[in-house]
């Protein structure tokens, strides 16, 4: 949504640039502090993760796991070598889009809950 609106933006300024006409008003552009903050433990969580798995194979030296994050990581880099990186971003971000529209469509079917 923020996309179309710069897109918008930009094509309405260099209309108003080529008709010497006054910019569009920008409206004020902020990030809360409540975003911030979900933004930083959504990160926190996944931070500590990471860090979880890395001391399971370093100090707990559990090879299984660490076999795991070897075959996770060869398979991504494999996907990896059929796209561009872009190609794969824009895949990505199509598939979350697609899927949360077919999760609101389709949500009493889900019963995560057992």
């Known amino acids: 949504m923020s996309c179309c609106f710069s897109l918008l933006f930009f094509f309405w300024a260099k209309a108003a640039n080529l008709l010497n006409r006054p910019l569009p008003p920008l409206p004020g552009l902020e990030i809360l ?16 993760l990471a860090l979880s798995v890395a001391h399971d194979i370093a100090i707990e030296k559990n090879f299984l796991l660490c ?10 880099s494999y996907i990896d070598s059929l796209f561009n990186f872009l190609t794969l971003i824009y895949i990505g971000v ?11 469509k389709n949500q009493n079917n889900f019963n995560f809950h057992g």
């Open 33 to 48: 502090e409540e975003t911030i903050a979900r933004v930083v433990d959504a990160l926190q969580i996944w931070l500590n």
């Open 67 to 76: 076999l795991q994050v070897v075959g996770v990581l060869w398979v991504i």
């Open 94 to 104: 199509l598939l979350r889009l697609s899927l949360l529209v077919l999760y609101d």
